[in-house]
């Protein structure tokens, strides 16, 4: 079920944070106290449904925080149509709640704190630093409003 607000979502236990992308999806998961953050190794579009199914299940997590991007205005853009349309379909098999952040800016946010690496390994590790950065404002947001 895709929630409006953090109001219904699992106060405790894992959570995941994803990092949506056309090409690549970023994890990051959560410790049980929701104190700790982990990256994940990233996934490719073509599986990211089953693998996020999978880690679900394998984490026991309780709760799916998906990055939404939008526009430095606020409005929405085809990728965020392409992103709920994910949410939806990921909504459908598996039975935990999801809610939407706003993700404006967390890839260059996670860029500066990766600092300097190689090129290549920016590409391979950026998406889940983002979903990483996700998670944890998610938290900082969950903690403050719960």
Known sequence: MILPDFKAFPKQGRIIGIDWGARRVGVAVSDETRQMVFTRPVITCDDALQEIVKIVSD???????????????????????????????????????????DETLSSISAQETMGRLRQSDIKKKLDSESARLILENAISLMNRIL
């Open 59 to 101: 984490e026991k997590i309780v709760g799916i925080i998906l990055g939404l991007p939008l526009r430095t205005d606020g409005s929405e853009s085809d990728t965020t149509k392409a992103v709920r349309d994910f949410a939806q379909g990921l909504s459908q098999i598996v039975n935990v709640p999801i809610c939407f952040i």
